[in-house]
């Protein structure tokens, strides 16, 4: 009895490591679509790496790192065109569609696995 019970515990723990993990991963993801997004309706960056913080941040820390992520992704973009939206919205369903496919194949291993472990009662 006792086994189950720390087992359960430590699947527990498992499972929110793993939701933590796919909010960092569509955190990371989010930052592709911003610079998609400012490179469409902005155009190319115009705001120094050094100034750019990210406003809704109240920390000072956490404002510099969101900034410069959005930063980089914004800059990844640079010299597309920014008044042709057809080729940044082939680029954005491109990206949505592996990005799909990548949780499709994430949860059908989970899935797997939770068969596997007897999750699943048939």
């Not at 087992?7 to 929110?16: C, G, I, T």
């Not at 050094?50 to 959005?70: A, F, L, Q, T, V």
Request: hydrophobic share 30%.
């Amino acid at each position: 009895m006792k086994y189950k019970k720390m087992r359960a515990r430590f699947d527990q723990r498992q499972e929110l490591k793993n939701e933590y993990e796919l909010l960092i991963k569509f955190d990371e993801h989010t930052y592709d679509l911003f610079g998609l997004y400012q490179q469409a309706i902005v155009g190319d960056i115009n705001v120094p790496k050094i100034n750019y913080r990210d406003p809704n941040e109240m920390s000072y820390m956490w404002s510099w790192i969101k900034g410069n992520r959005k930063w980089h992704a914004w800059n990844k973009c640079k010299d597309k065109n920014a008044w042709i939206p057809e080729e940044e919205a082939e680029q954005f369903h491109k990206f949505m569609e592996q990005a799909k496919h990548e949780r499709r194949e994430r949860d059908a291993l989970k899935r797997q696995k939770e068969i596997e472990d007897g999750m699943w009662d048939e």
